[in-house]
C-alpha cells in the first residue's frame, strides 16, 4: 500500500513552482526572446530535470550530497556558472543582434530541451530539496517507498509543465509584439539575463 498524502502535496507543490526562480526565469526569456516553441520546449526540459532527480533521490544521491562538502560545492558551481552564462548573453544582445538573431537558423528542439533540462540537473538545492520535501508525504508504514517517491517526484514534475508550459506560451505571445519594438526587447533581454546573473551569484554563494 503506498498511503501518499497526495492532495496536500499537490497543493504545497503548485506554490512552490508558482514561486518565481531560475526555471520561471528562464522559461520566460527564452519565449520572450525565441518564441512559444522554445518557451515550451524549455518548460519540458526542466520538467524532465526534475524526473532526473526523482531517480537520483530515489538512489540516494541527495544523502551523498549532503556528506560530501566537495561533490556539493562542485555541481553549485556547475549550476551557478551556466546560469550566469545565459544571463550574460542575455544582458549583452543588442538591438542590432535581435535582428540578426531573426534571420538566423533556430537551434533545434533537441537542443532547447537539453538546455532547459541541464539548467535544472546542474542546480544541488533541487536535489536536497526533493531529498528533504517528498518524503514528508509518504506514510512511515509504507509497503513501497522507492515507488512512492518516484510517483511524487514524477507529479511534482508534471505540475511544474503544467505550470511553466502556459507561462511559456503567455510569454511567447507577448513576444511577437514585442518584436515590433527592438528596444523593448533589448530591455527585456537586459532584465532577464541581470535576474539570470543576480540567481547565479546567489547560488555560488549558498551554503546547503
Known amino acids: 500500500m503506498l498511503e501518499l498524502s ?7 507543490s503548485l506554490l ?3 514561486t ?6 528562464l522559461v520566460m526569456s527564452r519565449s520572450l526572446s525565441s518564441g512559444t516553441r522554445v518557451g515550451i520546449t524549455t518548460a519540458a526540459g526542466i520538467s524532465s530535470g526534475l524526473l532526473l532527480h526523482t531517480i537520483l533521490a ?3 544521491v541527495g544523502t ?5 562538502e566537495w561533490l556539493f560545492f562542485i555541481l553549485k558551481l556547475i549550476g551557478a556558472i551556466y546560469l550566469i552564462y545565459l544571463g550574460f548573453k542575455l544582458f549583452r544582445s543588442t538591438d542590432d543582434l535581435i535582428l540578426v538573431n531573426n534571420h538566423r537558423a533556430p537551434d533545434s528542439s533537441f537542443k532547447i530541451f537539453l538546455q532547459g533540462a541541464f539548467s535544472n540537473i546542474s542546480n544541488p538545492k533541487i536535489m536536497l530539496f526533493y531529498f528533504a520535501f517528498l518524503p514528508q508525504f509518504i506514510h512511515p508504514n509504507s509497503t513501497n517507498p522507492m515507488l512512492s517517491l518516484f510517483i511524487l517526484g514524477a507529479t511534482f514534475a508534471g505540475l511544474t509543465f503544467l505550470v511553466k508550459g502556459p507561462i511559456a506560451l503567455v ?3 507577448l513576444a511577437n509584439k514585442i518584436q515590433k519594438n527592438p ?12 535576474v539570470l ?11 546547503k
Request: aromatic share 12%; charged share 10%; net charge negative.
Open 6 to 12: 497526495l492532495l496536500p502535496f499537490i497543493a504545497t
Open 183 to 194: 528596444y523593448f526587447l533589448t530591455y527585456m533581454y537586459k532584465v532577464s539575463g541581470t
Open 20 to 25: 518565481p526562480g531560475q526555471d520561471m526565469v
Open 197 to 207: 546573473f543576480i540567481l547565479g551569484i546567489k547560488l555560488a554563494l549558498e551554503d
Open 58 to 60: 530515489m538512489l540516494g
Open 171 to 173: 510569454s511567447g505571445v
Open 64 to 68: 551523498l550530497l549532503q556528506a560530501s
Open 16 to 18: 512552490i513552482i508558482l
